[in-house]
C-alpha cells in the first residue's frame, strides 16, 4: 500500500472517528512535504494547500459512492475529478418540488411549504424525546441519532416539501473556540464572548486555518448527522430534499461580541463603527467558514442551503450595505460557482430592504419577513429570483382565537397576493412552541391544495 493511499485512510478514519487516535501522523506530515497526492492531470500538488484539496476530493469522492451505495443510486454512470465538487441532477430527491420552484426554470405543479424551526418545541414528540434523552438541545446536536430523530418528527406529521438539519447557528461560533451553553429556561447563551478587539486576533483562529480540514475535525459530528439523516429518510421512503443551514457572517458576529435579542443590542453598530478593521477581519474569518461549511453539508447530502441573517434588525441601514452585504455577495458568488445547481436561500430577518440588491447576488431565492408588503414584493425581486415567506406565526396559535378556517382563508391569501410559482412558503419567522399542530397541518394541506387549483385554473 503506497503511501498517499495510507494517508487517505488515515483521514478518512479520523474524520469519521474522532476518538480514533492517529498514531501515524508522521506520515501524514510526510505526505503533505512531498506533495504525493495528484491530480487529474496526473501532476502532484504544487502547495500544502493544493495537496489538502485534492486529497480531500479523493476522500469526499469514496464517501459520496459510499453514499450513493446506500441510498441506491447507478454508481456506474461516469464520474467527473472536477477540481471543485458539483451537485448532480442524480441525487435528487423523487419528490424535488422545492428544488424546482427554487432554481425557477420551469413551472410547478403546486407551491412547495416547509417551516422555519418546524423541528422541535411547538411538536409533543419532540418534547417526549427530549426528555428521554435527558439532554438539552445543545447537547442533543452531538449525537447524531438525535439530530436524525428530531430532523425526521415533523416529516411524519406534515407533507412538508422538504427536511432541515436540526442543529443551530451557533454551532459555527463553538468550532472558532467560543463557548456556547443552554442552562435552561434563558435560552443559549455565550458566556464568554469576545470583550475587545484585540481579542480577535488571540481568541479566533486565522483565516488561512479556516478549509475543509478545518470543518472535518471541528464540525464532523454534524456531516455525520447529515449523512445519517439522509439514510434515515430512505429507511422511512420520505425521499424530500434535505436542506443545510448557516447562520450568516454579521448574526454569527453579533453573538461572538456578546450581544442578544433581550441585550447589548447596539454592540454590533458599536463594533462596526468603533473597531472596523477588526471587526472585518472576524466577519472575513466567518464568510470562509460558512463557505466552506455549507460546502461540506451539501458534500455529505445536503440538497439545498439556507443562509440566515437573522440579527439584521441590529444593524442602521447603512452599516447592513457596508458590513453585511459583502459577506453574503461572497458566499453567494463562491457557493453557486461551486454548486450551481443547489438551490441557495437566503433570510436577512429585519433588514429585507435589502431583498432588491440581494436579487442580483446569485441567490436563488430571498426571504421576506413580515413586515415585507406582499403587493411589492415580486416587482422588487423581478424575475431574478423567488420569494420565501411570509406567513405570520401567530395566525396558527389557537389561543390568539385561530382556527382551521381561519387558516385556511390566510393561507389562500399568501398564494392569491403572491401568486403560485416562483414561491416557497413559509413563515415571515420561526415557530415558537405555541403552535397547534392541527393548524399547522392545515396551512401546509391548503397551501397544496389551493396553489394546485389555482395552477390548474391558469393553464
Not at 142 to 169: G, H, K, M, N, W
Amino acid at each position: 500500500m503506497n503511501l498517499a493511499l495510507i494517508t487517505i485512510i488515515l483521514l478518512k478514519v479520523e474524520a469519521f472517528a474522532p476518538n480514533f487516535s492517529l498514531q501515524h501522523k508522521s506520515i501524514r506530515c510526510a505526505s503533505q512535504k512531498m506533495h504525493l497526492t495528484t491530480g487529474p492531470d496526473g501532476k502532484p500538488a504544487s502547495s500544502s494547500e493544493e495537496d489538502l484539496m485534492l486529497t480531500r476530493q479523493i476522500i469526499m469522492g469514496h464517501i459520496n459512492k459510499d453514499i450513493e451505495n446506500s441510498l441506491g443510486h447507478d454508481n456506474n454512470a461516469p464520474t467527473t475529478t472536477a477540481s471543485v465538487p458539483t451537485h448532480t441532477v442524480s441525487n435528487r430527491p423523487s419528490n424535488d418540488l422545492m428544488i424546482r420552484a427554487a432554481l425557477g426554470r420551469e413551472p410547478v405543479e403546486r407551491t412547495p411549504v416547509w417551516l422555519f424551526r418546524q423541528a422541535g418545541r411547538h411538536l409533543p414528540e419532540y418534547k417526549e424525546y427530549k426528555e428521554k434523552t435527558g439532554r438539552s438541545f445543545l447537547d442533543m446536536l452531538r449525537y447524531p441519532e438525535d439530530v436524525a430523530e428530531c430532523t425526521l418528527q415533523p416529516l411524519r406529521r406534515y407533507p412538508v416539501d422538504a427536511a432541515i438539519l436540526f442543529s443551530d447557528i451557533l454551532v459555527i461560533a463553538e468550532a472558532l473556540g467560543i463557548e456556547v451553553t443552554m442552562p435552561g429556561g434563558v435560552g443559549i447563551q455565550v458566556p464568554n464572548p469576545l470583550t475587545g478587539p484585540e481579542e480577535v486576533a488571540t481568541r479566533i483562529p486565522s483565516i488561512d486555518d479556516i478549509g475543509p480540514q478545518f470543518i472535518e475535525d471541528k464540525m464532523g459530528v454534524i456531516l455525520e448527522s447529515v449523512k445519517l439523516i439522509r439514510k434515515k429518510m430512505k429507511d422511512e421512503k420520505i425521499d424530500i430534499p434535505l436542506i443545510g443551514f448557516s447562520g450568516a457572517p454579521f448574526t454569527l458576529m453579533f453573538y461572538m461580541i456578546g450581544g442578544s435579542s433581550r441585550k447589548n443590542i447596539d454592540v454590533g453598530m458599536k463594533w462596526l463603527n468603533d473597531y472596523p478593521e477588526e471587526s472585518q477581519q472576524l466577519l472575513d474569518v466567518l464568510t470562509k467558514i460558512i463557505i466552506e461549511y455549507m460546502s461540506a453539508q451539501v458534500a455529505a447530502g445536503a440538497h439545498m442551503l439556507q443562509l440566515f441573517e437573522a440579527m439584521g434588525m441590529m444593524l442602521k441601514e447603512k452599516e447592513f450595505f457596508d458590513f453585511a452585504m459583502p459577506c453574503l455577495e461572497k458566499i453567494a458568488t463562491d457557493i453557486k460557482q461551486r454548486y450551481p445547481d443547489v438551490p441557495l436561500m437566503v433570510f436577512t430577518r429585519g433588514a429585507c430592504y435589502a431583498n432588491e440588491r440581494l436579487s442580483y447576488l446569485g441567490f436563488d431565492v430571498v426571504t421576506m419577513d413580515g413586515d415585507v408588503n406582499r403587493s411589492t414584493a415580486r416587482t422588487t425581486v423581478g424575475d431574478r429570483c423567488g420569494l420565501q415567506g411570509n406567513y405570520d406565526p401567530a395566525e396558527l396559535i389557537e389561543e390568539n382565537g385561530k382556527s382551521p378556517e381561519t387558516v385556511r382563508e390566510t393561507a389562500k391569501a399568501l398564494i392569491d397576493e403572491l401568486g403560485p410559482q416562483r414561491l416557497i412558503a413559509n413563515l415571515g419567522e420561526g415557530l415558537g412552541g405555541r403552535e397547534s399542530t392541527e393548524l399547522v397541518k392545515v396551512f401546509v394541506d391548503t397551501i397544496h391544495e389551493y396553489s394546485e387549483s389555482k395552477i390548474r385554473e391558469s393553464k
